[in-house]
């Protein structure tokens, strides 16, 4: 196992996911922190006063870039809702090799939780950025979602599109070719741009999070990059990779191989 994983997942096992553990180790800041479910999709049909006492009962967590938040050598029936911040949902080999396979967004629901039929399985989950996440124990998910169905339907279709998206990457690992594979993934993770005044679609990965999730080399993604820069379908800054012709890019993503 590489160093720096080692190191994270180490990081993790030196953690107890305890609620000691948790007033220990996680600042939770009900009062200053913002609303826990405000502007997540999943609760967009709940009026706001009922919002405002999911707020009160659910309050928000504060992870650092990098925490192991999940790990299943210390498996528990907990529920994490995203809502702000990036997940890597990722799995390990005994020679190091990691295969991330998928990376979450704000709104994005995960965890391990029987009675909704999610489960992790040997998959850990690690923050890419400062991140903000409700978490809920399977008493509260019984409580609050279960009993109402106005988030229990969407919960349930949070879930299945996780399922159809994974099908769809593992399909393209198998089935594409690398530049195809890259041109699905830069379109299947782009967000909107953070800048207010600006509408590109963009994507926040590095190049070695892009090859982990192609099942790739870093260096094999970064000429599928340097090549899609040149036709004009991205433009890569630090940090970020603009996609300048969406449509073009989908268009190659269909085409038949040209490598």
């Known amino acids: 196992m590489n160093y720096s994983c080692r190191m994270s997942i180490q990081k993790s096992l030196a953690r107890t996911i305890s609620e000691a553990d948790k007033q220990e180790n996680i600042q939770v800041n009900v009062e200053s922190a913002p609303t826990c479910l405000r502007e997540v999709e999943l609760f967009e049909?709940?009026?706001?006063?009922?919002?405002?006492?999911?707020?009160?009962?659910?309050?928000?967590?504060?992870?650092?870039?990098g925490e192991i938040i999940y790990d299943p050598l210390?498996?528990?029936?907990?529920?994490?809702?995203?809502k702000g911040g990036r997940v890597r949902i990722f799995q390990t080999a005994l020679s190091g090799k990691t295969l991330t396979l998928s990376v979450l967004n704000p709104g994005d629901v995960f965890g391990t939780m029987p009675i909704?039929?999610?489960?992790?399985?040997?998959?850990?989950?690690e923050t890419l950025e400062e991140t903000t996440i409700c978490r809920l124990d399977q008493e509260q998910v019984?409580?609050?979602?279960?009993?109402?169905?106005?988030?229990?339907?969407?919960?349930?279709?949070?879930?299945?599109?996780r399922v159809n998206e994974l099908e769809t990457r593992l399909s393209d690992l198998a089935l594409r070719p690398l530049p195809q594979r890259v041109a699905s993934l830069l379109l299947n993770t782009s967000v909107t741009s953070p800048l207010p005044w600006r509408h590109e679609r963009v994507v926040k990965?590095?190049?070695?999070?892009?090859a982990?999730?192609?099942?790739?080399?870093?260096?094999?993604?970064s000429k599928v990059l340097a090549d899609?820069?040149?036709?004009?379908?991205?433009?890569?800054?630090?940090?970020?990779?603009?996609?300048?012709t969406p449509d073009?890019?989908?268009?190659?993503?269909?085409s038949v191989p040209e490598y």
Do not use: W
């Not at 049909?45 to 870039?65: D, F, G, T, W």
């Open 45 to 65: 049909k709940i009026p706001q006063q009922e919002l405002a006492e999911l707020n009160r009962m659910l309050p928000l967590v504060k992870y650092s870039a």
């Open 74 to 82: 210390r498996p528990k029936s907990i529920l994490f809702i995203i």
């Open 212 to 221: 982990n999730l192609a099942g790739a080399s870093r260096e094999g993604v």
């Open 228 to 244: 899609f820069a040149q036709r004009k379908f991205i433009k890569q800054g630090r940090g970020m990779i603009t996609l300048l």
């Open 116 to 125: 909704l039929g999610q489960d992790m399985g040997n998959s850990y989950a």
């Open 205 to 210: 990965l590095t190049h070695e999070q892009l």
């Open 248 to 254: 073009a890019l989908r268009q190659f993503k269909e």
């Open 142 to 161: 019984e409580k609050y979602f279960l009993a109402d169905s106005r988030i229990s339907q969407q919960v349930a279709l949070i879930l299945s599109k």
